[in-house]
């Protein structure tokens, strides 16, 4: 169950030779219908609630509206999505603010286009945590010293939150074994005894707890209570192309997430057309809150903390980010 370590630089890496070869044709969203159709767009997204605007957005027409014909394609986690993005793979695509900081410093012109999802900035009931069987010794976050912990990127935001909810705890954060996985063999991993605890969010920490599993860490909400977790994103090129598409994504996109943010049934419902989730479930979950406005502020908390760890080499160009 549990997959081979990667890294975000490793992606990243790979990503440069990639993006060279997607030079030399066509990119994955070129419209091919001689201009006289809609633009077609692909966007990498995670299979998690928080792209649930995205889809929702389709659904209620908002970028058809706009002239954009518009696919989703999954990945593991923002880290896998950002070389998609870079190699023209995707105009656009979904990831977390660390993930998208990385990128910018090794260089790759990321761009930042508008807010992917935030904390509910409650402890107890946020979108994510981290779970420990119920049994567990492990009852908080100092606790997780000496144990093996799941994460769906390594070195990145997950591990970088809970580090600093281990360290407000009095544990040493150096001391925790995290171990990479997807999010969907997380609960399978947690209940097969491969780790002690898991890194889960939306619709897995429901899926978790229902097999059994105990919140012990709030990594988001303990680290700030107004934290923005994602965004979306373009790549520098994309935007000097085509500004006006770029423009017209954005004005989609920050219609979709205000809808989707006023209207919560709808946003149930439209994540079991793209998760395993049922109805019962869905309701159960708990949605991040969804927002059109971009949160510079959580830019700077979460580069403090991926400098703190090594996963920045220096404090972040948020201004270089931000179109």
Known sequence: MIRWKTTLGSLLAAATAAAVLAACGGGAGEDTTGGSGPDKVDVGVIPIVDVAPIYLGKDKGFFEDEGIDLSMETGQGGAAIVPGVASGQ?????????????????GLGIK?????????????????AVVVPGDSTIADAAALEGKTVAVNTLNNIGSTTINKAVRDAGGDPTKVKYVELAFPDMPGALAG?????AWVVEPFLTITQGQG????VWNFAETDPNLMIAAYFTSAEVLAEDADLVKRFTSALNKSLDYAQEHPDEARAIIQTYTELDADAAAKITLPKWSSTIDENSFAVLGDLAVTDGALKSEPDTGALLQ
Do not use: C, I, R, Y
């Not at 695509?93 to 410093?105: I, K, P, Q, R, Y």
């Open 90 to 106: 995707f105009q656009f695509g979904f990831s977390n603010l660390t993930s998208l900081m990385v990128a910018a410093e090794q």
């Open 112 to 128: 930042v286009v508008a807010a992917g999802n935030s904390t509910t900035g409650e402890v107890g009931k946020d979108f994510g």
């Open 193 to 197: 005894g491969q780790v002690d605890a």
């Open 213 to 216: 599993a105990k919140p012990v």
